[in-house]
């Protein structure tokens, strides 16, 4: 055991121990940033529902960029949201009704439009053109609900 050891050095094992942690600290940051454990708490998933399968089109939760490790499943009761295995580290998945699904803006740049939602009030992702074409008819439901509930 001790020739395994004699052949790392120790300046290099340090180094990449070192790595690694920071590389845990920006996971933590960019989860807690993202609002990721706090939804996942207020709406935590019950297993994968049937529906449309959108993957790599959330591209940010609040100020976090995504860089496609969302995968979203459309379902009649509600929105599943779920982290590629590489990206789970505090990213439980989450399963949103529609009646906490808001639309809130879009934005166009260069022929790109993308569109700004809230869920529950507590995360707010950045979808593509495509995601926003796979929720619109639920979206345009649960806000009609929800105004026809506050009359």
Same mark, same amino acid.
């Given at each position: 055991?001790?020739?395994? @050891?004699?052949?790392?050095?120790?300046? !290099?094992? $340090?180094? +990449?121990?070192?790595?690694?942690? @920071?590389?845990?600290?920006?996971?933590l940051f960019y989860s807690e940033?993202?609002?990721?454990? !706090? @939804?996942?708490?207020?709406?935590?998933?019950?297993? #994968?529902?049937?529906?449309?399968?959108?993957?790599?089109?959330? +591209?940010?939760?609040?100020?976090?960029?995504?860089?496609?490790?969302?995968?979203?499943? *459309?379902?009649?009761? /509600? @929105? %599943? +949201?779920?982290?590629?295995?590489?990206?789970?580290?505090?990213? $439980?998945?989450?399963?949103?009704?529609?009646?906490? *699904?808001?639309?809130?803006?879009?934005?166009?740049? $260069?022929?790109?439009?993308?569109?700004?939602?809230?869920? /529950? /009030?507590?995360?707010?992702?950045?979808?593509?053109?495509?995601? %926003?074409?796979?929720?619109?008819? %639920?979206?345009?439901?649960? #806000?009609?609900?929800?105004?026809?509930?506050?009359?």
């Open positions: 055991m001790l020739d395994v @050891l004699d052949t790392i050095s120790c300046p !290099a094992f $340090l180094w +990449l121990y070192g790595l690694f942690c @920071l590389g845990i600290l920006v996971l940033i993202s609002g990721w454990p !706090a @939804l996942a708490k207020e709406f935590p998933g019950r297993g #994968q529902p049937e529906g449309i399968l959108v993957s790599g089109q959330i +591209l940010a939760m609040g100020v976090a960029r995504e860089f496609a490790k969302t995968t979203m499943i *459309v379902a009649p009761d /509600g @929105l %599943y +949201l779920s982290s590629i295995v590489f990206a789970r580290f505090r990213r $439980l998945e989450a399963f949103i009704p529609w009646p906490q *699904v808001r639309y809130l803006s879009d934005r166009r740049y $260069l022929g790109a439009r993308w569109h700004k939602l809230d869920l /529950g /009030g507590i995360a707010s992702p950045t979808i593509s053109e495509d995601a %926003y074409h796979a929720i619109e008819p %639920y979206i345009s439901r649960s #806000q009609a609900a929800a105004s026809f509930e506050r009359r």
